[in-house]
């Protein structure tokens, strides 16, 4: 897949391994785990391989959110994106990080 990132922060957290604003910090082992989740969303050909994964928890989103997509970084904090097509005779999925967000609030 090809990803994108709807925000600087998250793009910045993969690339530097850290933001620039304070408002979004994060622990270094949840920064970790986020990176090893958007290198694996890169190496993804399909959407569909992302069920082969269970500790992803990949779920097509209700709600206020439907329509996004989310897989697990931890118990704490998923990603949030949206997967789009192009092209009809050659599939290729972008992927747009949307939110690394908690799960919980």
Known sequence: MIVTFDKEYLESLYTK??????????QPEVIKLY???IDLLKRTKRIEELFLFNSLNYEVLKGDKNGV????????YRIEFVVSNQDAETIVYIC???ELSNHYK
């Open 69 to 76: 997509s989310s897989i697990r970084v931890n118990d704490k």
């Open 35 to 37: 990176k090893k989740r």
């Open 17 to 26: 391994g850290k933001s620039d604003d304070k408002k979004h910090r994060f």
């Open 96 to 98: 747009n990080i949307l």
